[in-house]
């Protein structure tokens, strides 16, 4: 049986409208090279740059500049950042907007980090670095170029790297409240090793994970060390960042250097994720005379000789060391040619050439001169005749002689088969909902079947439910060409079991995955029993639809979540919770005094963290692209009603079908009203990431534009002028699988200049796949 699954069909209307409540990525726009102004006493800028060890903050007044952004802040935060890169000549800043005005963001982004990128000639290898991570699905920081000037004095073309901290951790999880850890020098994770910092929650210091994780790696034997290891660790984030590393030289990260990493724990997988971090010293920078691009990817020269037990424990596993393998050839197939980057590299150094060769500050370390960096991008051999003999190589020459000597390098050992990735969806399904699972698998021998082994309830009977290969058409990302999909039946009212996927290669070795737990699933049921009250129905993404009423000065279109008592009793809600965090359950409680909800009655609570306005305010908001929320009981336990749901769509509403019914659907909201479906079409799951053709076109003032997401992804959608400006973005946020519209208005005020007749161009960038049509607005 088929699941009916919607996949938005969501308005994205221009991103000026404010509808996308993060901005931060106008601060990071790189379409051209941004300006930053900053301006401070005499006493203080020299005091900074004489003391550059200091962490101290300076109040300066700071005005960034780019084509979507001119805006001035004054009493912002200002101090030298960095490592071995204080003593340099060209020093890095970081910029703090609310260091002394509490809360304020600039664009939803509260610090700067301006890297001088003193090393580098190029001023541009981590930047291209920071690309290549997106391309491949790891969580990186966002990176552009900006010019900085200091009281009316050009300090040089700096690199404008996002920070890696509590919202940058917002932007890539979906569980953002755990612990950040910074791994600096000497971060080995062998016993008694050190340089371990907590970046977040620093008011509940705990480095029980880290220390567990430890553990694990220095007293359990490779060939078992699976078992115990995927269970604190995202094992193929760590090893897709470590082939990357291998393949453009980073020296200076774990594996060589001990050195210059995240890691985060996540609370409700209760595994660490795995971030890159700093990476300027990569495509052929090198100061201990070694030729990077001959480096063995099996033996990866070590700068510091101490053990490395993640790297050394997981390479002397079979199966690991196969699937790591797979993931050096896959990115050096389809991300890491020199045919893939060139433009990309080449394109860079005609965006910064002009603020590039003014920077008289990148000549004061090493001497580079301008030959230097115009010869830093090309596939000729690098040369120089400064005192930065630590460049051996161009970025494209580095990435055409790394590919050759990889060439026949990279090899397997023949182990059994793994499932390195798995999901399912929906995780909450209704009584007559299949489940999807999803699975990304590899074998050195290739993958001959996989399927779904169901234990239902109680029975001591097995389904087995055959996968079928899907690979996502155009994504450059190793988890979308491994994947594999099949469907679990719907469970019936009540029903429960449990799943393990079996995969068998060509030559019939098998394995059993997750290894050390079923995967558990259970359809919601519908008690009537007397004492409940029920979610109803909510909006999570409230644009247009019902204004709050407690606020008379201004509209505001807040989410909110419906209560229904559909039995025959009255019922209190005082003392009962509200939450959108199941492991924090008593987060919002009915306070009012004597709050009843009478038989058949509907509540409505508004979900807008304003607690002191008029009536029903939750101390939490709805995220649109899915979330848990649940009724608790006075108990502070006792779990009522819950529900999780997937992404939403902007003023459309999801809830019982009929009022208090065990169906669920999209409908048009109906707030304290009886819930009434729309009529919503079946649509498949894409099995591509694909920009459809503009409809109409040629136009006239608006056109839709449909575009397929195989995998849930950060997605862009912009259009451009026939020269190359940008025009408008339309989309621009982490979106789930599905198929999408958005429309293009050319008659919005807050576009950035009058949108003439003539041809246009849109491009979308979404997990790896890029794409670009053009379109014709006559007027």
Known sequence: MKITVLFIFLLAVLNTLGQTKDNSWKIYDDTEVARAYISMSSEAFDWMMKNYSSDSLHKCTFRYKNKYIDTTLTDVGIRIRGNTSRSAQK??????????????????????????????????????????????????????????????????????????????????????????????????????????????????????????????????PSQVLPDSLEKILFVDEYLKYQAMNVLIGQWDDYWSNMNNYYIYFEPKAGKFRWIPYDYDNT????????????????????????????????????????????????????????????????????????????????????????????????????????????????????????NIYLTNKINYVGSAPIVYKLDYFPKNPGPNDSTYVYASCFASEGVEQINIQFHPGLLTVVYFYKMKFSPAVNSTTVDDADRWVGVIPPLGKNGFGRFKLEIVDKKGAKGLYPRYAFVETKARGYSTSGSNVVINEFLADNATTI??????????????????????????????????????????????????????????????????????????????????????????????????????????????????????????????????????????IPTEFKLEQNYPNPFNPTTVISYKLQAASHVTLKVYDVIGREVAVLVDEYKQAGTYKATFDTRHAELSRSIPSGIYFYRISAGGYTAVRKMILLK
């Open 283 to 402: 495509f052929g920078i090198d100061w201990f005379n070694y030729d990077w691009t001959q480096a063995d990817p099996f033996n990866f020269k070590k700068i510091s000789s101490t053990n490395r037990p993640l790297i050394e424990k997981i390479l002397a596993n079979n199966q690991y060391r196969d699937l790591y393998a797979h993931f050096l050839q896959h990115i050096a197939k389809n991300t890491f040619q020199y045919y893939q980057l060139s433009s990309y590299v080449l394109g860079i150094r005609e965006k910064i050439r002009s603020y590039a060769l003014d920077d008289t500050y990148r000549r004061r370390d090493y001497q580079f001169t301008d030959e230097d960096f115009e010869n830093s991008f090309n596939m000729s051999p690098f040369k120089t005749s400064s005192q930065g003999r630590h460049v051996k190589k161009s970025i494209l020459q580095f990435v055409n002689e790394r």
């Open 91 to 220: 020093k890095s800043f970081k910029i703090s907007f609310n260091e002394f005005v509490k809360g304020r963001k600039l664009y939803s982004v509260d610090k700067l980090n301006l890297n001088g990128e003193h090393n580098d000639p190029s001023i541009s290898r981590s930047k291209v670095s920071w690309m290549l991570f997106e391309k491949s699905g790891l969580p990186a920081s966002r990176a552009n170029h900006a010019a900085v000037y200091i009281n009316n004095n050009y300090m040089g073309l700096y690199i404008s790297v996002e920070n890696i901290d509590d919202d940058f951790l917002k932007k890539h999880f979906q569980d953002y409240g755990g612990n950040l850890y910074k791994c600096l020098y000497g971060a080995s994770l062998a016993p008694n090793s050190s340089n371990y910092t907590q970046e977040t929650n620093e008011d509940k210091p705990d480095m029980s994970q880290i220390q567990r994780l430890i553990n694990i790696l220095n007293t359990i």
């Open 547 to 684: 204004k709050d009423p407690a606020n008379t000065t201004k509209d505001e279109f807040d989410d909110w979540i419906e209560l229904y008592n559909p039995t025959q009793n009255e019922i209190v809600l005082t003392g009962m919770y509200l939450t959108d965090d199941n492991t924090n359950l008593n987060k919002w409680q009915f306070t009012q005094q004597n709050l009843k909800i009478k038989p058949g009655e509907h509540l409505l609570v508004w979900c807008d963290e304003q607690g002191t306005q008029t009536g029903l305010h939750a101390s939490f908001k709805l995220s649109k692209s899915g979330e848990y929320i649940a009724l608790v009981g006075t108990d502070g336990k006792t779990i009522i009603d819950e529900y999780t749901f997937g992404v939403q769509q902007t003023d459309v509403s999801y809830g019982r079908v009929p009022s208090g019914g065990n169906n669920w659907s999209f409908m048009k909201p109906t707030p304290g009203a009886p819930n009434v479906t729309t009529d919503i079409k079946e649509i498949v």
